[in-house]
Nanobody
Framework: VQLQASGGGLVQTGGSLRLSCAAS???????MAWFRQAPGKEREFVAA????????YNVDSVKGRFTISRDNVKNTVFLQMNSLKPEDTAVYYC?????????????????WGQGTQVTVSS
């Protein structure tokens, strides 16, 4: 599976961005997710969505602001980010892994995209 992330940029506090991650290869059934990594910090889980879209998961800090979704026809996962804060500034990575993984455990994801920078100015 190959993953290509896009959609990052510079936005003011309170603004919105929509990240996309296009997947290619054997994508049937995989869980897709977004992680982020700020300078000097560990890569952290943001959100994940199951293949059937019946299950989504979000870290508490983004609940009510970020929404993950996927289009299985286009093999693309999206992260709609609203009400952005300076602490959301990071490189955002999309990831893919097998059914049954623990969504927040980055070690269980087999495939990673190249990352897209999101910068929120105060």
């Amino acid at each position: 599976v190959q993953l290509q992330a896009s959609g990052g940029g510079l936005v003011q506090t309170g603004g919105s961005l929509r990240l996309s991650c296009a997947a290619s290869g054997r994508t049937f059934g995989i869980v897709m997710a977004w992680f982020r990594q700020a300078p000097g910090k560990e890569r952290e889980f943001v959100a994940a969505v199951s293949w059937s879209h019946t299950n989504t998961y979000n870290v508490d800090s983004v609940k009510g602001r970020f929404t993950i979704s996927r289009d299985n026809v286009k093999n693309t996962v999206f992260l709609q980010m609203n009400s952005l804060k300076p602490e959301d500034t990071a490189v955002y990575y999309c990831a893919a892994g097998p059914i049954g993984l623990v969504p927040g455990n980055k070690a269980e994801y087999d495939y990673w995209g190249q990352g897209t920078q999101v910068t929120v100015s105060s």
